[in-house]
C-alpha cells in the first residue's frame, strides 16, 4: 500500500514522550573538553516497547540520522518484530553559527528536537521549518523521536538546507554522541557476542543458545563455515600444516581458527593429523600464463593488496590491522596459491578475500611477486606422523566438527554439546585460564571479547533467529575492510595511510561510500558488489572493485535502509519528453555545459576523458537514486571534496547557461535528467 506523502509547513503536533522529557538546561556551543572526549562519531538509537516506555529495550549506534524498518521485520536482532518507539539522541555540530532550514520525512510518528527545543513533528509525511532555525557554533543537541505506524514500513529522515548548500541528509561528519552510557555499551557488546558466536563457528561444536532451532538462523553468519580441507594434501605444506594445527596463532597472530590439541602428546598429535591430511589429494589448477615478479608488483599496488596485506614476519607489530602473507610460500604450493586467487571463496565462502577476478597472466604475475616475497618458513616437525591415527584425531577433537572433507559438503557438527548456558558461562572456552579451560579448544580471546559473548549467551540466543539488514552492513564493512580502499565518513583510506607510511605513489580517487546507500539504487549496487556488471561504471581506473558474493545482496540493502531508504524508493519522475529535448541541448559544448567533454553518453564515448573522466551517464541513470541526483549536481566537490567535476551553478541556483530555461539550475538539471532517463530506449 502506498502512503500518501503531504507538506507540513510548521507542523507542530506534539505528543507525550515520556523518555525524552530530560531537559535539563543544555547550553549550546562548546562543551567541556573532558565531554568531548567522550564523543564518538554517529547518534544513538534507543529503542523503547512504546513510547511512555523510559527503559530501552536495545541500544546501538547509526552513523546517519535515518531509520527504516520494513514492516513485518526486526527492527534490530534484540527486539522482535512489533510496534516500537525509537529515539537517536547526540550533538548536531556545525562549524559557524548559522540559519538552517530543517525537514523530516515520517512513516508513522515522528519528531526532532534541537538544543531541547521541537522544531519539527510530522506523521506518515514531510514537515519542514518555515522559518530558517539558528544553530550555534559547535555542538546542538540533537534528539529524534519515531513512533512505528499502525500498519506499513517505519521510516524517519532529516535533512537541513543552508545558505550555502541546497537540501541534504545531515552528513555524518557532522554527528556524534557520547560512547559511555551504560545502555549503549551493553548494546554494543552482546551485539559482538552474537558476531563472535557466528564468525568462530561455536554451533560448530555446542547446541544453538535461547532454544533456536537450525532451520530459524536468520543471522547470514550463521553459515559462515571453515574452509573445505578437500585437498588439502596437494595444497599445503607439510611443515606448515604441523605447525598450524598446533597453534595457528604462531602463525597469524590473528587467526580465528582455535587451538585444539592439549598436553604432552601434540606434537605427535599434529604430526598424524597432517600426516592424514597429505594423503587427501585432488587435482590443482595453476592459472597457464608466464609472468615477471616485476608485472606482479606494479599489480599488487595498483590493486591494492598492499592495502590488506604485508610481508612482515607476524611476530612484529603491525599498525595498519593488515593480514601477515610472510608464511604463504609455506603454506601453498605455488598451484595451489594461483587456484586461491582465482577462486578465493571456492573452498571458503566466507573468506573475508575478495574475488577480483584476474586473468590468468595476472593470476601468474601475482604468484611469481608472492613467491619472491613471502620469505616465511615453518618449523620443520620432528615426528614423523601416522595417518590413520591422525584420521580418527581429526574426528575426536573437533577438526571435523568445523572442517569438512569435501568441496561443496558441509561440516557435520556430531557429539554436540549443550549450548552454553547462563551458569557455565566462565569455563571450557570461556575460562579465564588454561587449567580452568580443560580440554575445551583455546581461540585466545582477550577478557572483553569473553565477556561480550558471555553477555550474548546469558540471555540473548534468540536473536540469532532475526536480522536487520542495517546492522549486518554496519558490521560487514568494518569485517571486510571496505575502508581498505573507500573513504567514508570522513575517514581517510588504509591505502592512503600505507602509502604515506612506506612511501610510494597515493592512490587513484577512488568512490567514497558515506552516501551509498542513498545514491545507489540496492539492486544495482548488490550486483555490482557480488561482481555480476558485465561492464565497469570507471573503466580508465587501474584498481577495480573485487568481489564479495556471499555479503553482496544484504550489504546494498542494509546500506540503504541505514539511510532511511526502502530499497525500492526512488522519487525519479515519468521521462518527459519535452524536458528530455531540453535537456539534450544542455549537453554538448555547443549551447551547453561540454558534459560530453567528460562523460560518455550510451554509445558515445567522451570527447576528452583524460583529465577527468566520468561515468558514462546512461549508466548513471539506471544506477542512481533521483533523489541523490540534484545535490550531486549543484555542487560535486561538498559531496566528493576531490572530484574534478565542476559546480555549474556557481551562487546554487543559477549557471552561466542563460537562453534554456532561464538559466534555472534546478531546472537545467532535471531537463538532463529526463532526457539520460529516456537513453535506454534511444540506444539502438
Ligand atoms: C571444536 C569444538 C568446540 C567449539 C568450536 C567450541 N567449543 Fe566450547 N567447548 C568445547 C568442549 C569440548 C568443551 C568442554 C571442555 C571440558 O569438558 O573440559 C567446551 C566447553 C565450553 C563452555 C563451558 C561449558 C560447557 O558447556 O562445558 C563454554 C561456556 C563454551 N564451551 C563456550 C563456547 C563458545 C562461546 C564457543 C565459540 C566461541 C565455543 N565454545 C566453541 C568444544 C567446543
Ligand atoms: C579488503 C582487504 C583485502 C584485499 C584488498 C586483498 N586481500 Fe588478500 N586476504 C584478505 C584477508 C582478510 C585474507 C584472509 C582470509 C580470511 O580471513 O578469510 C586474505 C587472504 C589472502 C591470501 C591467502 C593467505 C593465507 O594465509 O591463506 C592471499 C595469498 C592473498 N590474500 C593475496 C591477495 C592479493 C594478491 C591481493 C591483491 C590482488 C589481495 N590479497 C587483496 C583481505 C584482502
Ligand atoms: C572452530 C572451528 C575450527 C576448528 C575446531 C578447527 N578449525 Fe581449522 N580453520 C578454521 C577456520 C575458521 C580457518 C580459516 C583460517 C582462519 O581464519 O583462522 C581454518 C583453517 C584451517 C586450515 C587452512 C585451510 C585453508 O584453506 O586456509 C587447515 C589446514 C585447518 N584449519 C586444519 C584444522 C585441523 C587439522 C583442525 C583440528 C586439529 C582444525 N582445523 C580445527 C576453523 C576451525
Ligand atoms: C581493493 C579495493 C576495494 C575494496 C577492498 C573495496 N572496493 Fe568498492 N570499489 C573499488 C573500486 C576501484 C571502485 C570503482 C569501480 C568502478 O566504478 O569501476 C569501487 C566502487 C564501489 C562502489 C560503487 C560506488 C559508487 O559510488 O560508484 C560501491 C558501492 C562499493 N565499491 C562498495 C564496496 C564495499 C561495500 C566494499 C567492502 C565490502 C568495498 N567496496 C571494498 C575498490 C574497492
Ligand atoms: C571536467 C569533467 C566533467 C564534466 C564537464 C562533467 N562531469 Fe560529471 N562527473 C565527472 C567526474 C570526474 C565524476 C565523478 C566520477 C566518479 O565518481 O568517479 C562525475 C560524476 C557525474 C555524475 C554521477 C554519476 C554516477 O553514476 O555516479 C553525474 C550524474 C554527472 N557527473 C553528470 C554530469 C553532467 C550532467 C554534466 C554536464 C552538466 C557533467 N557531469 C559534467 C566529470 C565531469
Known sequence: ????????????????????????????????????????????????????????????R??????????????????????????????????????????????????????????????DGVAQTEEPFELSRGFNKLDIVLVSPMKGDA???????????????????????????????????????????????????????????????????????????????????????????????????????????????????????????????????????????AQGEKLYNQLGCLACHHF??????????????????????????????????????????????????ENAALVAYLNAQAKGKANPGAQAGNPERGEKLFASTGCANCHSLKTDALPKGTNLRPSPASDNLAAGCLAEDAKERGKAPDFGFAKEKRESLRAFLAKDGGSLKRETPAEFAQRQIVNLKCNACHQRDGATTRWFQV???????????????????????????????????DHRARPWLKARMPAFPARAEMLALGLSHQHGFAPKEDSRPEPDEEQAKLGETLLPQQGGFNCTQCHGVGKMPAKEPFEAPGINLLDAAQRLRYDYYPRWMHDPPRIERTTRMPKFAQDGKTTAIRETLDGDARKQFDAIWHYIQTLPGKKD
Open 155 to 293: 521510516t524517519v529522515r532529516v535533512s537541513w538546507t543552508g545558505d550555502d548548500f541546497m537540501e541534504e541528509p545531515l552528513p555524518p561528519t557532522t554527528l556524534f554522541s557520547r560512547k559511555d552510557h551504560a545502555d549503549l555499551a551493553e548494546g554494543l557488546a552482546k551485539r559482538e557476542g552474537r558476531f563472535l558466536f557466528a564468525m568462530r563457528d561455536c554451533a560448530a561444536c555446542h547446541q544453538l543458545p535461547g532454544g533456536v532451532k537450525s532451520a530459524e538462523l536468520a543471522m547470514p553468519e550463521m553459515q559462515h563455515r571453515a574452509p573445505s580441507l578437500a585437498g588439502a594434501g596437494s595444497r599445503f605444506g607439510k611443515d606448515w600444516l604441523v605447525q598450524w594445527i598446533q597453534n595457528p596463532r604462531t602463525l597469524r597472530p590473528k587467526a580465528t581458527m582455535p587451538v585444539v590439541l592439549h598436553g604432552d602428546t601434540v606434537p605427535q598429535d599434529a604430526a598424524d593429523i597432517a600426516a592424514f591430511l597429505q594423503t587427501l589429494k585432488e587435482p590443482v589448477e595453476a592459472a597457464k600464463a608466464k609472468a615477471t615478479t
Open 62 to 123: 547509526v552513523r546517519i540520522a535515518a531509520l527504516h524498518v520494513p514492516e513485518g521485520t526486526a527492527p534490530t536482532p534484540f527486539v522482535g518484530p512489533g510496534p516500537f518507539a525509537a529515539k537517536l539522541s547526540g550533538y548536531l555540530k556545525a562549524d559557524l553559527r548559522s540559519e538552517f532550514r530543517f525537514k523530516l520525512k515520517a512513516l508513522g510518528k515522528a519528531s526532532l528536537r534541537i538544543n531541547n527545543k521541537e522544531v519539527l513533528a510530522a506523521e
Open 1 to 60: 500500500m502506498k502512503r500518501l506523502l503531504f507538506f507540513a509547513p510548521i507542523l507542530f503536533l506534539p505528543f507525550a514522550w515520556s523518555a525524552v522529557a530530560q531537559d535539563g538546561d543544555f547550553k549550546p556551543g562548546k562543551l567541556p573538553k573532558e565531554e568531548q572526549a567522550l564523543l564518538e562519531p554517529g547518534l544513538t538509537l534507543r529503542f523503547f516497547a512504546d513510547k511512555n516506555a523510559k527503559t530501552p529495550t536495545d541500544v546501538r
Open 499 to 533: 602509502m604515506e607510511e612506506e612511501g610510494g605513489s597515493l592512490p587513484e580517487l577512488l568512490p567514497s561510500l558515506t552516501w551509498t546507500g542513498e545514491k545507489l539504487k540496492p539492486d544495482w549496487s548488490a550486483k555490482f558488489i557480488a561482481g555480476q556488471h
Open 312 to 361: 612482515n614476519d607476524p611476530k612484529e607489530e603491525e599498525t595498519l590491522d593488515r593480514y601477515p602473507l610472510h608464511y604463504v610460500n609455506a603454506k601453498y604450493t605455488p598451484e595451489a596459491l594461483s587456484e586461491f586467487l582465482a577462486k578465493p571463496h571456492a573452498r571458503y565462502p566466507w573468506t573475508r578475500m575478495p574475488d577480483f577476478k584476474l586473468k590468468a597472466d
